[in-house]
């Protein structure tokens, strides 16, 4: 499962009907790739459809959904919003990386 603080459900559902998404219906895809300083980074989008494979969570009222490869590098992940003099933007406080870079977008285990 994947976790969402409660300022990152404000910023979700503000950033989703900016883009005219509606957070009661659609969802929040979370995803890993290939890249990143580290090995590995992470990929959030809205989404409209859920597709074969997908696994789906629902936590704090944001609908998110995983596909089956990227769910095992982001079981028990926590997605936060951070709006600090460092900058602002999401942040994932994954407990399977063992190694994250300086932008905090890239990880590996």
Known sequence: MIKVSETAKKKVIELMTDDGFDAAQHFVRVGVKSGGCSGLSYDLKFDKE???????????GVKIIVDKKSFLYLIGTTLEYSGG?????????????????????????
């Open 50 to 60: 859920e597709l074969e494979g997908d696994k789906v969570f629902e936590d704090n």
């Open 85 to 109: 003099l460092n900058g602002s933007g999401f942040v994932f406080n994954n407990p399977n990386a063992n190694r994250t870079c300086g932008c905090g977008e890239s990880f590996s285990l």
